[in-house]
């Protein structure tokens, strides 16, 4: 099957032996739901409840209304260029083996072998043509097809081999080569859940010439931080970077001119943009900043020119793609004697407890750059974003204490809320760019919250078993 | 190691390595990071490679040699250094209280002026009231250079034991 025509869909839900098993529904305890209930009243005023960035039952909800339900992001095509090519994934906490089987269809599987449970993917990554299981030895095809199992002539004679494959994810979708997968048979398709946010995450995909690819294996980290705190900061707050990186500025990581400065008429914050919201440092068209790129990397064949304009703009961008993908496309530099140059990196905020994330990020090149170009625009990535990153060091500094307090009994007994006003009436100077070219509503400042707010707006409507990609709360504005 | 195999342990080298260690270390447990940056060549490569779990038979390194989470020269190093000394360093605010111990130093082979050392770290890090601190292990492949008379740092590779790391952020060196 082609991998380009962004819609691979594939098997029915659970075709295997799951129906067997009653399910169960997505289920939430009265406190979660009172929660719940609280963020849908509050956010309308602008503040957010604490609790939600660590409590146990709302992180039970969480794993099941949310991750047991969105279009949640697995990998990057190129990461298993090759037939046999797989990563080991999650979904929420739920383990799935990435795979692009041998017939070079990308499959999510389910990490679990159908005979009594055991793991089958040992490795982070790899090329296998099939996947064996430790315990008795039953052994699944790429595909994950039941292959294989010992003494089956005598153990097991009447088994039907066709159902008793591994499990995999309901449905599997592709966009540009990000590849999403959702555990629920039924909602909206991948692009339809995007909806509107498309528009602003093709910028990204599009500008280069032959596209993104990864380089190496994915970062992966942990920290005290609810997964919402990252998803949060990128969704996005510009307010924090010339405070929070003001270091990073100063010694000449990036650029005073991206770093959210208020009163730079050209930025603009994006909210509502269904799946997403985003922060864009922009400059002017004509200063060509291509997020970095050098100009014999950047093509305007697949984007209108609106969408090419406000790339030749950006020297930065920050979004995320409700639930947990994020991403940053940045002009920096890990040396301030050398020039900026851009790279893009997706990160993925996967949650492991209340208050508690594993963080996994990918650097992203043009692929048809050169070889020294991309190098050059890995080392960037990890002077700036990665672990060690200059910027990203000081992000998981700051929100220490955020999952702390959110999980204390003073904030529950007091009823503890967080500001996320900035950008409503009265606050900042912040207006609608009617004359603005992309979908969403753009306003005309980064001085506003209503990215954050898009974002919590999302996780009440997923939360209260509505579809995300709307405008909620519509009254903020 | 060739020649070298067949004859005693060169007790003076293996001194003078674990001397430059132990000062190494204090270095960086006192944050006297400038005058740690003056043990590097100025050609210092420093890397820090993602390890991966592969599978057993894989005939790859499980370091990576795409992904990391260091890839420094000396004036990336020196930037690094000259961000720290900013008040709005958040990573570092409360300082990381950090012990380096070096063990395990095995001189692997001499070239010329270069010594290929080999050295275990295990890295004790803890912040603030963090009652439990973080210990990381890795394996330390160096490249000491005898630069007038005195050896300096002109490579390092640090060979973790972990793939995920169990850290908010990497905010000292190794
Ligand atoms: S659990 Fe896998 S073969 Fe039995
Ligand atoms: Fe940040």
């Not at chain 1, 066709?162 to 909602?187: P, Q, T």
């Not at chain 1, 914050?269 to 919201?277: F, I, L, M, R, Y």
């Not at chain 1, 007994?413 to 070219?437: L, T």
């Not at chain 2, 080298?13 to 944050?31: G, I, M, P, Q, R």
């Amino acid at each position: 099957m082609s991998l380009d025509d962004g819609d691979q869909t594939h098997g029915t839900p659970c075709e295997r032996a799951c129906e067997r098993v009653p399910t169960l529904e997505h289920e939430m305890t009265p406190r979660a739901e009172r929660i719940v209930d609280g963020v849908g009243e509050s956010l309308e005023e602008g503040v957010l409840p604490a609790k939600v960035f660590n409590d146990e039952e709302i992180f039970e909800a969480e794993l099941r209304r949310i991750f047991g339900q969105c279009w949640v992001f697995i990998g990057h095509e190129s990461e298993v260029s090759e037939p046999g090519d797989y990563a080991r994934r999650y979904i929420g906490k739920d383990p799935f083996i990435f795979v692009r089987d041998e017939d070079g269809e990308i499959r999510v599987l389910f990490d679990s072998c159908t005979h009594h449970g055991a793991k089958v993917c040992k490795a982070e990554q790899g090329n296998t043509s099939h996947f064996r299981c430790p315990y008795h030895g039953w052994t699944f095809k790429n595909t994950g097809d039941l292959a294989g199992i010992p003494l089956r002539d005598q153990a097991f004679q009447g088994l039907d081999t066709d159902e008793w494959g591994l499990h995999e994810a309901s449905r599997v979708e592709n966009y540009k080569g990000l590849v999403f997968a959702s555990i629920a048979d039924e909602g909206p398709s991948l692009e339809e859940y995007l909806g509107d946010f498309k528009w602003y995450l093709d910028v990204h995909l599009d500008i280069a010439e032959g596209g993104l690819e990864v380089i190496g294996e994915p970062h992966r980290w942990r920290a005290d931080s609810d997964w919402k705190s990252g998803a949060d900061n990128f969704s996005a707050d510009s307010y924090h970077t010339g405070f929070a990186h003001r270091s990073v500025i100063e010694v000449g990581f990036a650029a005073n001119e991206i770093s959210g400065t208020p009163g730079q008429e050209t930025q603009r914050h994006v909210t509502h943009a269904d799946s997403g919201s985003t922060s864009l440092r922009l400059l002017e068209p004509e200063d060509e900043v291509f997020f970095g790129y050098p100009e014999e990397y950047v093509t305007d064949e697949n984007l209108s020119d609106e969408q090419y304009d406000l790339a030749a703009a950006c020297g930065a961008a920050t979004g995320t793609i409700f639930p947990n993908l994020s991403f940053i496309h940045l002009a920096a530099t890990n040396d301030p004697d050398k020039e900026l140059d851009g790279f893009f990196s997706l990160r993925k905020w996967q949650p492991v407890a209340p208050g508690e994330m594993e963080f996994w990020s990918w650097v992203l090149v043009p692929a048809e750059a050169s070889e020294e170009y991309k190098q050059r625009a890995y080392d960037v990535a990890v002077g700036t974003f990665s672990p060690s990153g200059n910027f990203e060091q000081d992000d998981l500094a700051v929100w220490d204490g955020i999952a702390e307090a959110a999980g204390s009994v003073y904030a529950e007994k007091n009823g503890v809320g967080y500001n996320y006003q900035m950008g409503m009436p009265g606050m900042s100077k912040a207006s609608i760019d009617e004359d603005w070219h992309g979908p969403g509503t753009a306003w005309d400042d980064n001085l506003e919250e209503g990215t954050c707010r898009t974002f919590h707006g999302n996780w009440y409507k997923a939360m209260t078993d509505q579809e995300i990609g709307m405008s909620y709360p519509e009254d903020h504005i | 190691m060739s020649q070298r195999a067949t004859q005693k342990p060169d007790h003076e080298l293996h001194y003078e390595c674990v001397s430059f260690y132990n000062h190494e270390a204090e270095l960086l447990d006192t944050k006297e990071l400038e005058q740690w940056l003056e043990l590097m060549t100025e050609d210092i490569r420093y890397d820090m490679p993602l390890r991966v779990t592969r599978d057993r038979g894989s005939d790859r390194s499980e370091f990576s040699d795409e992904g990391f989470n260091y890839r420094e020269d000396w004036s990336t190093l020196d930037a690094r250094i000259e961000r720290f000394q900013s008040e709005f360093a958040w990573s570092e605010d409360p300082p990381t209280r950090t012990r380096h111990f070096v063990t395990n130093v095995r001189v692997k082979d001499v070239d010329g002026d270069e010594l290929s050392v080999k050295n275990n770290l295990l890295l004790f890090l803890a912040q603030g009231e963090e009652a439990d601190g973080t210990t990381i292990s890795a394996e330390r492949h160096d490249v000491l250079r005898r630069v007038d008379g005195e050896l300096k740092l002109a490579e390092r590779d640090i060979r973790l034991d972990h793939t995920v790391l169990p850290m908010k952020n990497i905010s000292v060196f190794f």
